[in-house]
């Protein structure tokens, strides 16, 4: 398999910084953006939006990877591929109608992925698994960086791993929670192909060499 992608996620930025904590990715070796959009219905917090998003686009040179934390994700999609989303992942449990949800994400020129609670069992993709250019496992409960990694997480990656080779599929596997160099190499022998990481690099003293590690880490 090839290298593991690392996506920080900017929730754990310095909001007050985020040029400079922008830059800081773009001369790291990290991978792509990891934004979080919250509203505070889906999830219990609220985040940023468009503008915000919009600004970090300006600035960014790697892709900027949209996890939607909202109701109905289906009335915003336009608007964030507009503002520089590369990829869109909405949640299983926001959407009524995921298919077409995620056509309208690909309609809108982003790659379109989905992702699951905890609590949500990786069946549920089953037939909609070639559609998916990503599905991100939570590995916490959303909503809150800062979050203890929940142990069930490396099944479900199994799985979901198990599904996507029977299938043939090249569908990457994304994990988002509490993820660290203590679990990053185990992630990755599970199945995983893309690790968001937020207060472990970005409450490091040096963010920078903790991505190094990160990647290190990862054998
Ligand atoms: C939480 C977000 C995560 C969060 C991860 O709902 O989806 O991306 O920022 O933060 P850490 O790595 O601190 O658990
Ligand atoms: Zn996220």
Not at 117 to 123: A, D, G, H, I, K
Not at 196 to 204: C, E, H, K, P, W
Request: with cysteine; proline share 4%.
């Amino acid at each position: 398999m090839s290298q593991v992608l690392i996506a920080p996620s900017m929730l754990a930025a310095d909001f007050g910084n985020l040029q400079r904590d922008v830059e800081m990715i773009n001369n790291s070796e990290a991978d792509w953006f990891h934004i979080d959009v919250m509203d505070g219905h889906f999830v219990p917090n609220i985040s940023y939006g468009m503008p915000v998003i919009e600004a970090m686009k300006k600035h960014a040179t790697k892709p900027l990877d949209v996890h939607l934390m909202i109701e109905k994700p289906e009335r915003y999609i336009e608007e964030f591929a507009n503002v520089g989303a590369d990829i869109i992942t909405v949640h299983h449990e926001s959407t009524v109608h995921l298919h077409r949800t995620l056509t309208q994400i690909e309609d809108a020129g982003c790659k379109a992925g989905v992702v699951l609670n905890l609590t949500t069992p990786v069946s549920v993709l089953e037939d909609i698994l070639p559609k998916c250019f990503m599905v991100l496992i939570m590995s916490i409960n959303p909503g809150f960086g800062g979050q203890k990694f929940e142990e069930i997480t490396y099944q479900k990656v199994r799985k979901l791993r198990a599904m996507i080779d029977e299938q043939g599929l090249d569908t990457l596997i994304e994990i988002d929670g509490g993820v660290t160099n203590n679990n990053a190499q185990k992630l990755k022998e599970a199945g995983a192909n893309v690790l968001v990481a937020g207060s472990y690099i970005f409450r490091a003293e040096n963010p920078t060499n903790t991505i190094a590690n990160l990647r290190q880490s990862l054998v």
